[in-house]
């Protein structure tokens, strides 16, 4: 195999590993994670579910300790999915062909998270990506030095 037929390969796996989660709240703290991995190259599960939990993907449940239960739940979903590698010890990490899925994803679902990492942009991005929907914006990486007030 070539190295590019063995990514499409890799790639097409990781699209229906994604398109057979059936629960959207999956899919959502999916997509979700990547934004977090542009930080380093591997997140702890605590550390994911509390930032999922913070972000409202799982506000329909009341009390925090189901919402806990089922970030942790959710979390194993995407390990037993092969969308998310367990590295033990209470990490995760996702390959390199993961991210390209999922941040290929997010640009084609709208699902108001906004990620331009590690692109060299200097100034925020203008308003077409800002919208009522946007839940996260990462601009990690980037030679940003001024936010704009307005």
């Not at 229906?16 to 979700?32: A, T, V």
């Not at 919402?67 to 990490?91: F, H, P, Q, W």
Request: glycine share 4%; proline share 2%; aromatic share 6%.
């Amino acid at each position: 195999f070539k190295q590019m037929d063995m990514n499409d390969e890799v790639y097409t796996r990781l699209q229906n590993s994604y398109d057979s989660l059936k629960d959207e709240i999956i899919k959502k703290c999916f997509l979700s994670s990547i934004v977090h991995l542009f930080v380093g190259n591997s997140v702890s599960r605590n550390c994911l579910a509390g930032h999922w939990i913070d972000e409202g993907l799982l506000d329909e449940i009341e009390s925090s300790e189901q919402r806990l239960r089922k970030a942790r739940t959710i979390i194993n979903k995407l390990v037993d999915s092969c969308l998310v590698e367990d590295l033990g010890d209470g990490y995760l990490s996702w390959h390199n062909l993961t991210k390209a899925m999922a941040l290929c994803m997010i640009q084609k679902t709208r699902c108001g998270i906004v990620l331009k990492p590690n692109v060299q942009i200097a100034e925020v991005p203008k308003d077409e990506l800002w919208s009522e929907d946007l839940v996260t914006v990462s601009l990690t990486g980037n030679c940003i030095k001024k936010i704009p007030s307005d």
